[in-house]
């Protein structure tokens, strides 16, 4: 999904949101007014901006203030920035990591929440962590060579940190006494979108064939088995505006899903219809071909979103929808330069103001940053 049109997925969805029991009879939960949970374990991820562990948490509460978290007596965050519908809040912590790890297998959070009655309660989550955490795993870049704006690249701004496919109804997870809100498949997902002289486009960008990036090879980032695709969803023809409505049963566009050796699945979204020469049950290796960069599903501009999948259970993919409700994975880059940054909304501009060099740094072993522009 690109740059804040992309939202338009994150609102679609967050519309689904629920108001659940609070005091399910069946949970054994003591203190009903609060329950937290974690969809995955906290994971460490390395981009141009630092290094930091991320882990989202899902809070059930009548009203939200804020989370302050502690290791020791040291507050290393107050996060208010939640997503919030009704009774149910999601917080998405991204904390400076130590290149040493910590001692201590601890952290604290504070939580400042308000009751049914308004009044001001407080409640104490103790997360265990790991000492240390290992680096992610690394994936070739999905696109050719150039020059690439790494539009919504992991951050704790990024609007795919915030994009939540809830549940329609939460499920209770027993072994943390807390309530499941929804699966986050684009946590650390990236959308490419080519720039040659600055600009992603010639002309206005009204033609899809403007844009630098459109009917560009898609690569594969990491070999393994084809295991899911689609083919015949139409691309949008004019670039800054949907020729169809969006759900989760087509928003991804075109898609080409990759179950790696590590269980991992590569996902690379909005391909150019019938430009897919993969299929399921073929085994593709590193760089291969697997379509045409295209405007299909939820994309109001030619762009390759892409992202890495969690899979521990082992689920099989059997309908377009499941790809959503299944968590992310951090991953990393072995080398590309970064050429400066833009602002969010960078593509959104009219008339575009050229994208400008001030830096020609060559980074390794991460992930670009949010609006990052980098050469390949």
Same mark, same amino acid.
Request: aromatic share 14%; charged share 20%.
């Given at each position: 999904m690109?740059?804040?049109?992309?939202? /338009?997925l994150f609102? /679609?969805?967050l519309?689904?949101?629920?108001?659940?029991?609070?005091d399910?009879?069946?949970?054994?939960?003591?203190?009903?007014?609060?329950f937290?949970?974690l969809? #995955?374990?906290p994971?460490?991820?390395i981009?141009t901006?630092?290094?930091w562990l991320?882990?989202?948490?899902?809070?059930?509460?009548p009203?939200? $203030?804020?989370v302050? &978290?502690?290791?020791?007596?040291?507050?290393?965050?107050?996060? %208010? +920035?939640?997503?919030?519908?009704?009774?149910?809040?999601?917080?998405?912590?991204?904390?400076? !990591?130590p290149?040493?790890?910590?001692?201590?297998?601890l952290?604290?959070h504070?939580?400042?929440?308000?009751?049914? @009655?308004?009044?001001?309660?407080?409640?104490?989550?103790?997360?265990?962590i $790991?000492? +240390?955490?290992?680096?992610?795993a690394?994936?070739a870049?999905?696109v050719?060579?150039?020059?690439w704006? @790494?539009?919504? =690249?992991?951050? =704790?701004?990024?609007y795919h940190?915030?994009a939540?496919?809830?549940?329609s109804?939460?499920v209770?997870?027993?072994? +943390?006494q807390? !309530?499941?809100?929804?699966?986050?498949?684009?946590?650390?997902?990236? $959308?490419?979108a080519?720039?040659v002289? *600055?600009?992603?486009?010639?002309?206005?960008?009204?033609?899809?064939?403007d844009?630098?990036?459109?009917?560009?090879p898609?690569?594969?980032?990491?070999?393994?088995?084809?295991?899911?695709?689609e083919n015949?969803i139409p691309?949008? %023809?004019?670039?800054?505006?949907?020729?169809?409505p969006?759900d989760?049963?087509?928003a991804?566009?075109? &898609? &080409?899903?990759?179950?790696?050796?590590?269980?991992t699945i590569?996902t690379?979204?909005?391909?150019?219809?019938?430009?897919?020469?993969?299929e399921?049950g073929?085994?593709?290796t590193?760089?291969?071909?697997l379509?045409?960069? *295209?405007?299909?599903?939820?994309?109001?501009?030619p762009? /390759?979103h892409m992202?890495v999948?969690?899979?521990?259970? *082992?689920? %099989?993919?059997?309908?377009?929808e $499941? *790809?959503?409700?299944?968590e992310?994975?951090?991953?990393?880059?072995?080398?590309?330069?970064?050429l400066g940054?833009v602002?969010?909304?960078? /593509?959104?501009?009219?008339?575009?103001?050229?994208? %400008?060099?001030? #830096?020609s740094?060559?980074?390794?072993?991460?992930?670009?940053?949010e609006?990052?522009?980098?050469?390949?």
């Open positions: 690109l740059n804040n049109r992309g939202q /338009l609102l /679609l969805v519309t689904l949101f629920f108001s659940c029991n609070k399910d009879e069946n949970s054994g939960k003591t203190q009903s007014d609060i937290v949970a969809p #995955t374990s994971v460490k991820l981009n901006d630092g290094t991320v882990y989202e948490m899902h809070i059930i509460a009203k939200m $203030d804020r302050n &978290v502690f290791y020791n007596d040291t507050q290393l965050l107050s996060y %208010t +920035q939640f997503i919030t519908k009704g009774n149910a809040h999601i917080a998405s912590i991204w904390l400076e !990591y290149e040493a790890g910590w001692d201590k297998e952290l604290r504070n939580f400042e929440y308000r009751d049914a @009655a308004n009044n001001q309660k407080s409640y104490v989550y103790n997360l265990k $790991d000492q +240390q955490y290992p680096d992610p690394t994936v870049f999905p050719p060579q150039g020059v704006l @790494a539009e919504g =690249a992991p951050s =704790a701004s990024s940190t915030r939540i496919f809830p549940y109804e939460p209770f997870d027993y072994e +943390q807390g !309530y499941l809100i929804g699966n986050n498949p684009q946590r650390y997902a990236i $959308d490419y080519m720039l002289n *600055g600009l992603p486009y010639i002309n206005d960008g009204k033609n899809l064939t844009w630098y990036c459109y009917n560009l898609v690569l594969a980032a990491k070999g393994g088995k084809v295991i899911f695709t015949s691309d949008n %023809t004019t670039p800054f505006e949907l020729d169809y969006t989760i049963t087509n991804n566009g075109n &898609v &080409v899903f990759v179950e790696h050796t590590d269980g590569g690379y979204c909005h391909l150019v219809p019938n430009s897919i020469v993969v399921v073929d085994i593709v590193t760089g291969q071909e379509g045409r960069l *295209g405007n299909s599903g939820n994309s109001f501009a762009h /390759l992202h999948l969690l899979n521990p259970e *082992g689920k %099989t993919l059997e309908s377009y $499941d *790809g959503f409700f299944m992310s994975s951090p991953y990393k880059f072995a080398q590309f330069a970064k940054d602002a969010p909304g960078f /593509l959104d501009q009219t008339p575009i103001v050229p994208f %400008t060099s001030n #830096t740094e060559v980074y390794s072993d991460m992930l670009p940053s609006s990052d522009v980098i050469e390949l």
